[in-house]
Every structure is written in C-alpha cells, then in structure tokens.
C-alpha cells in the first residue's frame, strides 16, 4: 500500500473508509483490529492500493474526436451534458478520482460536478472552472466568455463565481483548436488585464489557471501571480523564446506547470517534429531540475486526447527522465498540493477522502501496472471492474 509521497509504503496494507471518509489506514493487522468481523471485505493480495489519481487537465465539453469545436458547437445542452457525463466515467474508470476541468459551456461542469458529488452520477470529483475568460474572438471563443476591458474581466471573474465554480480559467494566448483564432504564441491580454482577473479572483477565495503557450503571455501569467500555467511551451514569433529569469520566477512563486501532456504525445511528436518535439519536451526537463512544480494533464477532450488515455500521459515524464516513484507522487500527493486540495486528498490517511486506486502489480517501478485497475472508489463509492454490492455503499469497508 502507497500511503503517501516519497515512497511512503506498508507491506502488507489496508484501509477501512466510513462512507466517503478514510477511517484507517496501515498495517492490515492493524486496520483489520478497528474493522469489526461484519464490516464488508476486499482483498487484493496480489495488488497495489494507493491514491486515486489527480488528472489537472481535462475539457469534458469536448469529444477527442477530429473536430470537437464543431461537436460542441452542433450539440445541444442535453445531449452535451449526457457526453460530459460519459466522459467522466472513462475518466474513473482508470483510476482518476480527481480531475479539474478547465473550460465548458454555459456551466455544465458545475452541474455535473454537483451531481457527481451527490452520487446520483459516477465520475471523479471535479474542479471546474466554468467558461473560461478569452479576448474577443479569442482561444475558445465559442464556450461564451469573451471579455473586452477592465470592467468586463471583473464581471465575468464575479459571474462564473455565482455560478459557484473551484477556480478561474483565462486564455492568456491563442490555442491550436480555435480557427481564425489569435496565433497559439500571440498574447491575449496585458499583465495589468491579467493582474485584475488575479485581484477578482483572489477577492474571491478563487485559483487562477492561465493557457499560455507564448512567452509573452507567460510572462504577463507570472507578473500577475497566477497559480498555475497551462502547457508552458515558451513558444515565440519565429520558435522557441525560453526566459531563465521567468523560469526562476516561476519556481520560487510556486506556479505549477501542467504540460497538459496528450496521451498521444508520441504521435504529436511525430506531427510537429521529432527534434522540435525533443526540444520542447528538454525544456519541460530543464524546468523540473530548476525547481518548477510539474503537474499531470492529459488536455482530454482535444483531438487525440482521449479520457481514458492518464497513464500514456504520466508516461511522458518518464521519457523527460522522472523515476516511476516520482511520477505516482506527481499524479496524486503532488497535483492534490498544486490544487489546494492536498488537506483531503492525494494520501492514504484517516480523515482524508476515500480516493482508492488497487491495481495488480507495482507502479513504483513499472507505471504499465496502472493500466491493471482492479478497483476504483472515489469519495466512497466504488467503481470499477470489482465494484462492491450498491446496497453496501453506506457500509464501513476495508480492503
């Protein structure tokens, strides 16, 4: 059993969750003393338990198929709603417990976020972010959350924190899906426009996460103070425009990186060049050795970036050089820190939630074992391929 980072294990490990509370957790002599003979049992000899995983990056408006903007734009809100749901389950049914959607339309998220919660839908907890803040014509337009002006970026901010979204989504750059859009370096907004949407945020107990490719834009993002950066890729008029002194900034503000790796970066490496890819993916490398906090993001929901595809994903860091070990901390006890969220999640501990991965195998040492799910319980309720009765929900379990 994984209990918590740093390879943090117990040989021989269970844990009793009440409901969707961790009661106990260690030594299975131990937790098996507290459970009582008629609490419900799980047993996995073979396996490995450790914390469900923490997707950063995901767009569960969007289908992964070759054109997902026109998916979206041709689908009404019921029949969106039903994919998102879909979705959502593909996500959990690898493991993900958590997953922090960065922009859908017309607050779709919320409502299935809120479903989710009160288990009337299956799919990992959500963080959403609501329509996302873009200029006028900007990346991602078409979800509804076009601003121009200072007075218009503090409404919307205000607005999606009615709607009672986790955090604020801004498009500091253009985006590759967006046609006609801004060019994916092109800057979107000045740092004092990016600084106001902080300010509005923070006001509002709120995270801000900036979409930025472009140096500039990265450069406003990190003036700004924001709290974490999406895909990162120093990308300029004429190639690659890396700052050392904004990579140092980064770091010592504690802004978290997520790369928002596609599960098919081997097949985009392909696409935009192995040695331009290699280049980028070096950066990524450089980054993490100077003290960036990287964060696991599949980008789900863009063409080849399907949802059940996290483990290809968290293969990616092992290819920029991280040890199996690293990488199982990045994708629960290390995103649950990134997100704030690391008092309730990320570790195997009495009080947290009961977010359980069990997979055969070890994936401290082969991350192929995260693709042998044997259970999945996010807040409580199992799903998975060994799902527990539904009648023994409400039931303390140990396994």
Sequence with gaps: MVTGPGGQVVPDGAVLYDGGLIAAAGPRAEVEAQAGPDV???????GTLLPGLIDAHVHLALD?????????????????????????GRLLATGVTTARDLGDRGGLAVRLRDEIAAGRVPGPRLLSAGTPLTAVGGHCW????????????REAVRRNAAAGVDLIKVMAT??????GGPAVWQAQFTEEELSVV???????????????????????AVAAGVDTIEHCTWMGRAGFDVREDLVDAIAAGGIAVCPAASPDWRGFAQRFGPERAEEMFGLLRWMAERGVRLLPGTDAGVPHAVFDGFVSSLEFFEHIGLAPAEIVDLATSGAARALGIDGDTGR???????????????????????????????????????????????LPDAF
């Excluded at 195998?361 to 044997?374: E, F, H, I, K, M």
């Design 348 to 394: 195997l501990a009495a009080g947290f939630r009961a977010d359980l991965l069990v997979v055969d195998g070890d994936p401290l040492t082969d991350l192929a074992a995260l693709r042998a799910v044997r259970l999945v319980v996010a807040g409580g309720r199992p799903a998975g391929p060994s799902l527990a009765d539904p009648a023994d929900r409400d």
């Design 198 to 220: 902080v300010a509005e945020a923070r006001s509002l107990g709120l995270p801000v996460a900036a979409h930025a490719h472009g140096t500039e834009g990265i450069a406003a």
């Design 142 to 153: 078409f979800m509804g959350g076009e601003v121009e002006g200072i007075g218009a970026i």
């Design 64 to 88: 992964a198929g070759p054109d997902p903007v026109a998916g979206l734009q041709a689908a009404g809100d019921a029949e969106l709603y039903a994919g998102m749901a879909d979705r959502a």
């Design 40 to 46: 419900p049992r799980l047993a996995f000899p073979e």
């Design 174 to 179: 253009g985006g590759g899906i967006t046609k």
